[in-house]
Each structure stands twice: as C-alpha cells, then as structure tokens.
C-alpha cells in the first residue's frame, strides 16, 4: 500500500502541473496522499518533514534565486542582452541565423542571465533572423532551447545556474566540477545539436518549406497564466515581472553589455578556486553557523560573490539607461519568489516520500542499478526530474534522499565527488525536457509554436543530446576518473 501511494501521489501532482494547477497545492496533497496510503500521521509529515525540507532549500537557494532573477532582470532592461543577441546575429548574419540564435543564448546564459530572460529577448530577433533568411519558425525553439537550456545549464564547468549548484552542498564541491568532462559532455551537446538543427533546416529547404510565421509573441506568452505556473515550477523566473520596469531603448556597446558576464565569469573562478579556500573559515564548524565547513558553503558563496560583483558593474555602467531603476529592481527580485517556492514545495514533497517506509524499496533499486553509482546516480536524476518536470526540483529530490548514501559509495569505490557531481547535473538536464517541463512549454509559447510542430526538435536537442553527453561523462569518468 505504501508504494501504491507514492506512485498515486506522483501520478496526481504530474497530470495536474501539466493541467496548469498550481504546484504549490499540488506538492502537499500529493504528499499527504502518499503518507496516508502508508499509515503515516499526516499533520507530523505536512508540518515537520514537508515543511523542514522546504524551508531547507529556501534556507539554501533562496540568495542564488534572488540574485539571479534581479541580474537577469538588469540585463534585460538595461538592453545588454538585446545588444548581446544583436552584436552575434550582425557578425553572423542570417545565412548562419540558427547558429546566431544558439551563440547568443550560450553566452548570455552561461555569463548568468536567466533562461526565461534570455529567450524573452531572442524570440522576437530569432523571429526576424528566421524570416529573412525564410528558416521554419518551428525550428526556432529549438534553436532556443539548444542555446539557453543544455549545455550552458548542466555541462559548462563554472556555470552559475542554479542546476549546476544544488550538488555542490552535498557533495563538499565548486562549480567548477570535473572541467574537462565538462567540456567534453559540452562539446557533445552543441555538436549533435547543431548537426540536428542544420540537418533540419537543409531538409526543409528541399521541401519548399518556408518561414511560415509564429502563432503568438512573446508579450502573449507572459501574460498566460497556465504557461506562468509551469514554468515557475522548471526555472528560477517568474516571467509575469518580465513586463514589469522599463527597458531601455538605447542599447550599450558590446564591451559594456559583455563585462557584467565577463565579472561573473571571473570572480566565480576567482572565488572557488584562489581566495576562499585560502580563507580561515574554521568557525563555520560552531553550532550557529550550522556546524558546517567551506566546502559545504564554498561554492554557493562564490556564485552570490559572482553575481553581486556584476550587478554593481552592470548598474555603475548602465546608470542612464536604467530609467526605471526601483520597478526594475523590484520586477527582479519580486521573479524570484514564486519560482523558488514552487521548487521548495517539490522538494516538500520528495522529502516526504524519502521519509516513508515503502521508499527502502525504492532506495535498494537504485543502489543496486548494474554499472555502479555513477549510472544509478545519472538513472535516479534523470527519472526524477522527468516526473516532477523540473531538473532543479528532481536533481534536489534525489540527492536529498539519496545523496549521503552516494556520497559514501563514492568514498568507497574511490570516486571523485566533482564527478558525482557533474554526472547529477547533466542526469537531470536531460529528461526534464518533456512535454510537461514549463521551460519547454514557455519556450513554445515565446516562439509562437505547438508541441505538434516543434517538440521532437527539442527532444533532439534538449534530450538526446543530453544523454549522449552524459553516456560520454559516465564513461570516461568510469574508465580515467574526473578531470
């Protein structure tokens, strides 16, 4: 009975967050189902074991959320990423107009901006690439997703997304975990991507097939409240602020809009790897600082840093073209609210599955998965973040019922935490891409396009592309290691 109700309160929480209903709900009906199917006492599970572990990951996440809605959020209205986005698609022009669309997305992306930012911006200039240089409009999500939403999210070694920083907690790592497979596994990801969209252009054009035109904008998709609760639920933004503030009509110069990415980028590096480890930072051990370490904290610490560091240079930079300077600010950090209740509330919810009985069952199958922890690792995130349709909300469910014992399994068979951690980060960047994932339904909605039309593109890009980059960190990291 227990397994019966675990299962029956995933299988209510995925059909109703693809029916647009609120996670915040959902998570803890579907808890408390699970619990009474297993004789639990069901206000000890809401209160303490749901309510602990969320307000766990708030206690965690909640900075890294906030800073990171509010830069995406300057970004945007400052007009870095529009120059950004059209600095890339002059220099490449629209003969190379999905390669365009994917650079300018990696880079904004990878330099912090946030998904939902970053492809509110490129719709519309991907909309006109595509149109003059008459590519399929159903081909732009994923070109998209290619750009914002693999490689520079899960793979990218020093990557700030908030993916790439729910391991470094657990495992004691930076985000700067096992670089060389992640360029590899990065490497991949474009590859593939790439020879996929172009293979999908040129058979297009075979066919006679032109631009053809988006079925909505991107202000429709803001403005739609199914398409904003599923999405608050994938990523750490809340599109609704996006038509809050003012964005600026004056747009800087490249160098300008590309230092506040270039300021991350460094002092991430700088942080993680040079000056806090060096830092004597033995009190974090005392009970009021949670009787933690820096290993623990480090690389969240050095994400915040990164981010605070360029949220000074981009506003002391872009000062005349904030206009708007408190409702942007206040658009920024009000999209960071939603999103990451919503993901505490999955958590929530995890928790108190990982809390009942029946979950040992659970446990004992994956641990015993044939090709040892690193596949039963990658096999957990990916099957948890494709149920919850959330790669954050399922890499946080798995490790946090099953990170401790991985943890000790990769002290006992000798392998490198960093490893782990890319693996968990690239597991659940892969099949979080579904049809229910809100980022994916956001991005079709942005592009004016259907599932119908569009979907096995992104399942190309987003997903199988993932995998094989993933099959290629297991491997090598199997065979020589994390490097």
């Known amino acids: 009975m227990g397994l019966l109700g675990i299962l029956l309160g995933l299988g209510l929480l995925v059909w109703l967050a693809f029916r647009g209903w609120s996670v915040l709900g959902l998570a803890p009906v579907a808890a408390l189902i699970a619990a009474g199917f297993a004789g639990e006492p069901l206000l000890a599970h809401w209160t303490q074991t749901f309510m602990g572990s969320a307000a766990g990951f708030i206690a965690s996440f909640f900075p890294l959320f906030l800073l990171g809605a509010l830069f995406g959020k300057l970004m945007a209205d400052s007009g870095s990423v529009s120059a950004i986005a059209q600095f890339i698609t002059a220099k490449l022009g629209s003969e190379r107009a999905i390669l365009a669309v994917v650079l300018a997305g990696a ?17 519309p200039m991907g909309q006109a690439l ?73 058979a297009a054009r075979r066919n006679g097939e032109g631009f053809g035109g988006p079925l909505a904008t991107a202000a429709d998709a803001a403005s739609d409240s199914v398409v904003r609760e599923r999405a608050t639920a994938a990523r750490e933004f809340d599109p609704a602020e996006l038509e809050h503030g003012a964005r600026s009509v004056e747009l800087p110069g490249i160098g300008i809009a590309l230092l506040p990415l270039i300021v991350v980028m460094a002092v991430n590096l700088t942080m993680s790897l040079l000056v806090l480890p060096r830092l004597d930072t033995d009190f974090l051990a005392e009970p009021r600082w949670g009787g933690t370490s820096i290993a623990s904290v480090g690389g969240i610490w050095s994400v915040l840093l990164a981010l605070s560091a360029a949220i000074v240079v981009l506003y002391v930079c872009n000062r005349s073209r904030l206009q708007s300077l408190r409702d942007t600010v206040d658009a920024g950090l009000n999209a960071s609210a939603l999103p990451i209740i919503s993901v505490a509330s999955l958590v929530g919810f995890g928790a108190v599955v990982a809390a009942l009985p029946a979950f040992a069952v659970v446990r004992e199958w994956v641990l015993t998965i044939e090709g040892g922890p690193l596949v039963g690792l990658a096999i957990s995130t990916n099957v948890l ?99």
């Open 130 to 202: 595509f149109k003059a240089a008459n590519i399929p409009n159903r081909l732009l999500p994923g070109a998209v997703m290619l750009g914002t939403a693999t490689f520079t999210m899960s793979a990218l070694p020093g990557s700030p997304a908030i993916q790439n920083a729910i391991p470094m907690p657990f495992f004691e790592t930076t985000p700067f975990a096992a670089p060389g497979l992640g360029f590899i596994a990065a490497a991949i990801m474009f590859g593939f991507g790439m020879w996929w969209l172009s293979r999908s252009e040129a």
């Open 385 to 483: 973040s494709a149920l919850t349709g959330s790669a954050s909300g399922g890499l946080t469910i798995a490790l946090g019922a099953l990170g401790e014992t991985y943890m000790a399994l990769a002290y006992q068979y000798g392998i490198d935490p960093a490893l782990m951690h890319r693996v968990a980060v690239i597991g659940a960047g892969s099949l979080d891409s579904l049809p229910h994932n809100g980022a994916v339904v956001t991005m079709l909605a942005v592009c004016g396009a259907t599932h119908k039309e569009s979907y096995f593109d992104i399942v190309m890009v987003g997903i199988v592309s993932a995998i094989l980059g993933l099959i290629a960190v297991v491997v090598l990291g199997t065979l020589f290691g994390s490097f």
């Open 107 to 123: 880079l904004v992306t990878y330099g912090g901006v946030s998904l939902f930012v970053a492809m509110f911006v490129l719709a």
